[in-house]
Structures are given as structure tokens and as C-alpha cells.
């Protein structure tokens, strides 16, 4: 299956305005994210996909880079406008702001597109600050590792231990947070947002709750690992020192 990772990137950001550029220990942002995905094995190629001139001429120093129009309501959005250009099977959607996301879980979401059309990724919650944050997306999953739902309360609700604290109930059962990472078939995407906005996905503003009320699957790997996004200015110096040790 020939697959290749997408990385959409806008310069517009309400809380750290072009953020794809900021310098992190003297590399823009986009290109530690790129550079990452490139070590996955499932991928033949990656693409930053923006709708600003200043991203695309960084970026076609490390990738390819690919202008899309500025009025697409999502990311997915403006990856299915690249993979409507590109000859592939498959797309794995990566977030532009994980500069350490681990090459590992691209090739997991990408491997999942083997058996299903949509694929995403999840990790155990181990943060007890994290169970009641709705903007930490919880995921329930079947016996055969498909998305249930997603969703920003805390789900599944335990009844016998709803009073209980947060490390109590994390004890009690093995809470999955989802991680912002998407692989497709590359029909199923083009499919996927040629679909309106959904009523689950409009009420939990989550778009993969789209693909689940049109009837499309979502595989989800269980990863051992957790994402280290760069939010806001603040996170720069705390990724900084992370690599540092690396």
C-alpha cells in the first residue's frame, strides 16, 4: 500500500500566530515535525499542506510543500484537497504541532489501514489531571479495537465509582485518551468530507465523530506514547529541553 503522511499547517493561530515557523533549539517547528515523519517506515513521502506562502517557502527546504485554499473548516479538510492531487492508497494525517511525535505510531495507524478504512491512535491515561479535562478527547473501544465514540467527558461513566477520585477511578479501569492522529484510505477521505457536519460532531466539536455517525469505522492502536504538542510560546522552551536530553 503506498501511504504518505500529510501535515497540514496554517500560519493563523489565536494563541501563537505562526506557530508552524517558531524556531525550536534553531529549526522551525515544521520541519522537527517533518523530520520525524520521514523515519516512519510506512511512508513513501511527506507533505506540508498549507494555505500561506511563508510555510510553503520554508518547507520546500526539507519536503514537499503544497498551497491549498484558506477556507477549509478543518485539517482534514485541507489534506483531502493535497490527497485529491496525489496517486496513493493511503493518507496518515499528522498534527503540525508534535515535533517529537514517535515515527512508531505513524507506522501503527498506518499499518491498521491494511485491515480498515480509517485508523486513529490512542494511549492509557496515567495523568489523573487529565480523566475530567474535556480537552483531553476520551475514546471507548470494541472487542475488535474499533472506535465505539469519541468524546470530551470522561467515558465510560462508572457508576459504583463516580464518587470516587480521579487516581481512584484510573485504577479501576484502563481510560484510553485519544491522540490526534489520522490515517485514511485515500477513497474514504475523499468520501469523509464531502459529508456535512454531523450533530454529534457539531455538539463535541470532534470531527472524527463524522466518519462514525456516516458509518465508517475507526481503527484504534493502542500506543505507548503521549503526544508533546506546542500549544502556545511557553511550550517551546519545555520541548527544548526535552530534546536536549534526547
Known amino acids: 500500500?503506498?501511504?504518505?503522511?500529510?501535515?497540514?499547517?496554517?500560519?493563523?493561530?489565536?494563541?501563537?500566530?505562526?506557530?508552524?515557523?517558531?524556531?525550536?533549539?534553531?529549526?522551525?517547528?515544521?520541519?522537527?515535525?517533518?523530520?520525524?515523519?520521514?523515519?516512519?517506515?510506512?511512508?513513501?513521502?511527506?507533505?506540508?499542506?498549507?494555505?500561506?506562502?511563508?510555510?510553503?517557502?520554508?518547507?520546500?527546504?526539507?519536503?514537499?510543500?503544497?498551497?491549498?485554499?484558506?477556507?477549509?473548516?478543518?485539517g482534514s479538510d485541507r489534506i483531502a484537497e493535497v490527497a485529491g492531487r496525489c496517486?496513493?492508497?493511503?493518507?496518515?494525517?499528522?498534527?503540525?504541532?508534535?515535533?517529537l511525535i514517535d515515527p512508531a505510531v505513524i507506522d501503527a495507524v498506518a499499518g491498521a489501514l491494511a485491515r480498515d478504512e480509517m485508523s486513529t491512535a490512542a494511549t492509557r491515561i496515567k495523568n489523573p489531571e487529565e480523566l475530567d479535562n474535556p480537552n483531553v478527547v476520551k475514546v471507548v473501544v470494541n472487542a475488535a479495537g474499533r472506535a465505539l465514540y469519541f468524546s470530551r467527558r470522561t467515558i465510560p461513566h462508572l457508576r459504583e465509582a463516580a464518587s470516587r477520585s480521579?487516581?481512584?477511578?484510573?485504577?479501576?479501569?484502563?481510560?484510553?485518551?485519544?491522540?490526534?492522529?489520522?490515517?485514511?484510505?485515500?477513497?474514504?477521505?475523499?468520501r469523509l468530507v464531502k459529508f456535512p457536519?454531523?450533530?454529534?460532531?457539531?455538539?463535541?466539536?470532534?470531527?472524527?465523530?463524522?466518519?462514525?455517525?456516516?458509518?465508517?469505522?475507526?481503527?484504534?492502536?493502542?500506543v505507548d506514547y503521549d503526544s508533546v504538542g506546542v500549544d502556545g510560546p511557553k511550550d517551546v522552551a519545555r520541548v527544548e529541553q526535552i530534546l536536549r536530553k534526547l
Open 197 to 222: 457536519v454531523s450533530p454529534l460532531e457539531n455538539a463535541e466539536k470532534l470531527e472524527q465523530l463524522r466518519a462514525l455517525e456516516n458509518g465508517i469505522q475507526i481503527a484504534v492502536v493502542k
Open 1 to 74: 500500500m503506498n501511504t504518505i503522511g500529510i501535515v497540514p499547517a496554517r500560519y493563523a493561530s489565536t494563541r501563537f500566530p505562526g506557530k508552524p515557523l517558531a524556531l525550536i533549539a534553531g529549526k522551525p517547528l515544521i520541519q522537527h515535525v517533518v523530520e520525524q515523519c520521514q523515519k516512519a517506515r510506512s511512508l513513501s513521502e511527506v507533505i506540508v499542506a498549507t494555505d500561506d506562502t511563508r510555510i510553503w517557502e520554508v518547507a520546500q527546504n526539507f519536503c514537499r510543500a503544497e498551497m491549498t485554499r484558506p477556507d477549509h473548516r478543518s
Open 87 to 99: 496517486t496513493c492508497d493511503a493518507v496518515v494525517n499528522i498534527q503540525g504541532d508534535e515535533p
Open 166 to 190: 480521579a487516581s481512584e477511578r484510573l485504577a479501576a479501569f484502563s481510560f484510553l485518551k485519544h491522540l490526534g492522529i489520522y490515517g485514511y484510505r485515500r477513497e474514504t477521505l475523499l
